[in-house]
């Protein structure tokens, strides 16, 4: 009884008993952090993992309570000092962002107001509308178009192919993909090059990947439209019914960008939902260069991009734009009486989030995108999404003056790949060759490309989506590339051939 009358009378909560150690933390954390980002460039690209450290992050669940210092140590210990590396100068990987100082303590800001930006009257709405305008303004998209945060363009993509399926068939929604005799099978239409998340849609939303049909590219890695339109045509032959087509504004293995304008009209002409995935390229568009090649992107029915890639902006933040805005809420709206919006107070507002999406709860992602652009200027990204191209061909450059190092493909804008080739080797002693020079590279600390394979081959990429790099950090790949390669090259390869 004793303890009921404690447990009323007290209550307890999750709120620091002495504010002033939280302040002094925060304040030790922001000193830890700005030095850690300020001498970047010295570090270690990437870090192997301890065993021991490994384990200590295999403990059971804490029962007891621990000081927030002492979680703050552990943290310095065992996760602080092996990071992925994506924020470095000289990372190079997948397609990654790196992040900004601000756009961190945007996020610190975010959730200590910590709003559900999925329904409601109040800023965090405000600021996801504005956002969303200046993510239509950024690609000269229809103002009148919807649109809506997502996770990334894994998410973004999913969600545009939805709402495209369901505008296909008006049963889809009630009945489910089945149920529509008179629709068939609903087929939709990329290259070979695109990104996997799109199979991924397309076994999620229930057509199913056969019906994703993948047409061959050409030698510079874009879709062949004279095999498009054949196989669309046959499609409808055999009964199927082509629904979407989906455009590259640049694919993750050569940052090839589909022909655009041709797409579009093919997209017109048989009356398919056209779709581009422009996960980074999309922004290119920014650039005079590309301004004109990506030009089709105004009149496309739906984009999905990234933020936090060539927006460099930290994780997580992508967006889809659809233009069919009615078509769109029409998706994903179900109505339900505890979230019918009134006239005044908390629960008054703009139209929910959650008619243009999965999600109900959704955190406030926006601040970051607001922050920044406020920060930097919308021509500073322009500035610096240019750079990573010029930089791109800089290193393109650089590998062709090299007699050991071989271009791989042709670059059409950020992505680089090459490869170590002394000149007597076969592709399969090459390909393992280089996936050697890369692990060692790793281990170097000194930079962090990725990798593919270009027709079997084995090949070294590098994605410059990097708003830290600098020339002298190509020079130092190069470079590094080559040392290792040499190395490799002797004590692997030629000991064997002897
Ligand atoms: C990265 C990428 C995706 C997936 O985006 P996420 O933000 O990782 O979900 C899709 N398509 C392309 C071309 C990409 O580069």
Redesign the pocket.
């Known amino acids: 009884m004793k303890q009921t009358e404690d447990i009323v009378e007290q209550g307890t909560d999750l709120d620091p008993k002495d504010w002033n150690t939280i302040r002094e933390l925060g304040h030790q954390i922001i000193e830890d952090m700005v030095d850690y980002l300020t001498d970047l460039d010295d570090q270690p690209v990437w870090k192997k993992i301890p065993a021991e450290v490994k384990e200590n992050l295999k403990q059971s669940i804490p029962y007891v309570p621990s000081n927030p210092d002492e979680v703050y140590k552990e943290f310095k210990r065992d996760i602080f000092p092996y990071p992925k590396g994506n924020i470095h100068p000289r990372f190079f990987g997948?397609?990654e962002g790196n992040g900004t100082a601000l756009g961190a303590l945007a996020e610190l800001l975010a959730s200590i107001m910590n709003p559900n930006v999925g329904i409601g009257e109040h800023s965090g709405m405000y600021v996801e509308r504005q956002v969303l305008d200046w993510c239509k303004q950024m690609l000269n998209y229809p103002s009148y178009s919807s649109g809506i945060l997502l996770?990334?363009?894994?998410?973004?993509?999913i969600t545009a192919l939805l709402v495209a399926r369901n505008a296909a068939s008006d049963a889809i929604k009630a009945d489910g993909v089945h149920a529509d005799a008179a629709v068939g099978k609903l087929t939709a239409y990329c290259s070979s090059e695109?990104?996997n998340?799109?199979v991924k849609a397309m076994e999620v939303i229930g057509l199913g990947h056969k019906q994703l049909r993948k047409i061959p590219v050409d030698e510079y890695y874009q879709i062949d439209t004279t095999a498009l339109r054949k196989q669309i045509v046959y499609d409808q032959q055999e009964g199927y019914t082509p629904f979407c087509l989906i455009g590259?504004?640049?694919?993750?293995n050569t940052g090839a960008i589909d022909p655009m304008d041709e797409l579009l009209r093919i997209a017109r002409e048989f009356d398919l939902w056209f779709h581009v995935?422009?996960?980074?390229?999309a922004l290119a568009k920014m650039v005079p260069v590309y301004k004109d090649k990506l030009k089709a992107l105004e009149e496309a029915d739906s984009i999905?991009f990234?933020l936090?890639?060539w927006m460099y902006m930290p994780y997580?933040v992508?967006c889809v734009l659809i233009r069919d805005a009615d078509m769109h809420r029409k998706t994903f709206t179900v109505e339900a009486d505890y979230l019918a919006a009134h006239k005044r107070g908390v629960a008054a507002g703009p139209e929910t989030f959650s008619h243009f999406g999965m999600e109900l709860s959704r955190g406030f992602k926006a601040l970051k995108v607001w922050m920044s652009l406020k920060e930097h200027g919308l021509e500073k990204y322009q500035k610096l999404i240019a750079q990573n191209i010029t930089q791109a061909s800089c290193l393109g450059s650089l590998i062709k003056g090299k007699p050991r190092l071989e271009l791989m493909a042709d670059i059409p804008m950020n992505v680089v790949c090459y490869r170590f080739n002394p000149g007597h080797l076969d592709d399969f002693n090459l390909n393992r060759l280089n996936k050697e020079l890369l692990m060692r590279l790793y281990e170097s600390g000194v930079a962090a490309p990725t990798y593919t394979f270009l027709d079997g081959r084995y090949a070294i990429r590098v994605s410059l989506t990097n708003h830290r790099t600098k020339q002298k950090d190509l020079v130092k790949l190069v470079e590094t590339s080559l040392a290792i390669g040499e190395k490799v090259l002797n004590e692997e390869f030629l000991s064997q051939e002897k």
């Open positions: 997948w397609v996770s990334g363009a894994s998410m973004a993509n695109t990104h998340c799109i590259n504004a640049g694919t993750v995935d422009g996960a980074f390229g999905a990234d936090h890639k997580e992508g």
